[in-house]
């Protein structure tokens, strides 16, 4: 069955860099594009960024634009979500989630939080 | 990238219907077919409940569903179960490979 399983969340000081790990199973990694998905505690669901199947071809939200990096390790069947300059409004726990057809989401992780906080 | 509206919470019984609705612009939700649903229970992740706007996946019951007019997404669950008392967020694709959630409503069960 379709595992997703994030890493990497922690507290971090603004201004300061992370870097999140989403580890895939049950499915053929490299065939699917993934996103990272973020929910700020008691807030909303915010979509952050995609990645083509091939890692080619990546879109973000405009609030992560320039600060964060999607990436992926085919090989390794690993998502990565790279957080640079981080501000006390990324506080929030990070999903990944498998694409389908471009469209919808339709298998998540469990989430990872990360905190930003001095 | 402006938030989907949908109302902060509704309510229902068993014995009735409960629509939710989820107002976007021609940008997003009136744009494109590629309108998904979410249930998402405390501190759980999110589950997917209907895609392309009124299409069901495997396990999911049928007693929900889900459609579209104009920029105004709905989805409708008859006869809610205790178990369904939870969070639904809508999301639609928004063009150049971008999505945008709606900002989500509490289900609570009578």
């Known amino acids: 069955q379709v595992q997703l399983v994030e890493s990497g969340g922690g507290v971090v000081q603004p201004g300061r860099s992370l870097r999140l790990s989403c580890a895939a199973s049950g499915f053929t990694f490299s065939s699917f594009g993934m996103h990272w998905v973020r929910q700020a505690p008691g807030k909303g669901l915010e979509w952050v960024a995609f990645i083509w199947s091939d890692g080619n071809n990546k879109d973000y939200a405009d609030s992560v634009k320039g600060r964060f990096t999607i990436s992926r390790d085919n090989s390794q069947n690993t998502l990565y979500l790279q957080m640079n300059s981080l501000r006390a409004e990324d506080t929030a726990v990070y999903y990944c989630a498998k694409d389908r057809t471009s469209d919808y989401f339709d298998y998540w992780g469990q989430g990872t939080l990360v905190t930003v906080s001095s | 990238q402006s938030a989907l509206t949908q109302p902060r919470s509704v309510s229902g019984s068993p014995g009735q219907s409960v629509t939710i609705s989820c107002t976007g612009t021609?940008?997003?939700?009136?744009?494109?077919?590629?309108v998904s649903w979410y249930q998402q229970h405390p501190g759980k992740a999110p589950k997917l409940m209907i895609y392309d706007v009124n299409k069901r996946p495997s396990g999911v019951p049928d007693r929900f569903s889900g459609s579209k007019s104009g920029n105004t997404a709905s989805l409708t669950i008859s006869g809610p179960q205790a178990e369904d008392e939870a969070d639904y967020y809508c999301c639609s694709y928004a063009g150049s490979y971008t999505w945008v959630f709606g900002g989500g409503t509490k289900l609570t069960v009578l």
């Open positions: 021609s940008s997003d939700v009136g744009g494109y077919k590629y």
